[in-house]
């Protein structure tokens, strides 16, 4: 069966360091992965997108990487911040369907 | 903040009832989707409008439909309402033909809830 799978488990850093999260993929072959970050009470908010045919994407202190074959995405933030204590949440694109397959979210905890 | 709005923020209804909830996209885009997200969950795709038609359906019954307006806002119907429709209904849009991906910007969502 197709699933898109995120760690449930929240993610609880000290400010300053490296967060990563993880998303896996099963029995998909998407054009396209994205990441969205979501607040509570709030729709989510595109931050990344990375082609299948790109190993790495980077945005100021966010970076992505795209395994194919490993059938997974890495979604790091550097030097983090308490600012950055959200879910994040692992989409996948088909192609240009319009439709979006996300994972459950990871939700971060940074810490002062 | 995306330009997309939604209405109302918050409703509750009660099972069997019929609700409607509203989407305004952002200007300048002619695509909208809607996702249902359960808490706890990530959203699942319910449907896609272009040019006022529907454009792609997820797994959602019948019961579930849309539309979307010369203006490209949109609608989302749902009859015969169940308990485990209970969830915060989101809206996104996006600009079919200048986008060669599907990056979508969401509205703050509806919170419905059915007792």
């Known amino acids: 069966s197709q699933k898109i799978e995120q760690n449930s488990e929240a993610l609880n850093i000290q400010e300053g360091k490296t967060a990563t999260l993880t998303c896996n993929y099963t029995?998909?072959?998407?054009?396209?992965l994205q990441w969205y970050r979501q607040d509570p009470g709030r729709g989510p908010v595109f931050l990344l997108l990375?082609?299948?045919?790109?190993k790495e994407k980077r945005k100021e202190r966010l970076k992505v990487t795209f395994d194919t074959t490993l059938k997974q995405s890495l979604f790091h933030i550097t030097a983090s911040q308490p600012a950055d204590s959200a879910t994040y949440l692992c989409?996948?694109?088909?192609?240009?369907?319009?439709?979006?397959?996300f994972g459950q979210g990871t939700t971060l905890q940074v810490k002062p | 903040e995306t330009g997309v709005t939604q209405s109302p923020t918050h409703l509750i209804k009660t099972r069997g009832q019929q609700v409607t909830l509203r989407c305004s996209s952002q200007?300048?885009?002619?695509?909208v989707s809607w996702y249902q997200q359960a808490l706890g969950q990530g959203p699942q795709f319910i449907f896609q409008?272009?040019?006022?038609?529907?454009?792609g359906r997820g797994n959602f019954p019948p019961r579930f439909s849309g539309l979307q307006f010369p203006n490209y806002s949109s609608e989302l119907n749902v009859n015969a309402l169940e308990l485990d429709d209970s969830a915060l209904y989101l809206c996104?849009?996006?600009?079919?033909?200048?986008?060669?991906?599907?990056?979508?910007?969401f509205g703050p969502g509806t919170r419905l809830t059915v007792l």
């Open positions: 989409a996948l694109s088909l192609g240009n369907t319009g439709k979006l397959i």
């Open positions: 996104a849009s996006s600009n079919r033909l200048a986008a060669s991906t599907d990056t979508q910007y």
């Open positions: 990375i082609r299948e045919n790109e």
């Open positions: 409008y272009y040019r006022e038609e529907e454009n």
């Open positions: 029995n998909y072959s998407p054009a396209y």
């Open positions: 200007s300048g885009h002619n695509t």
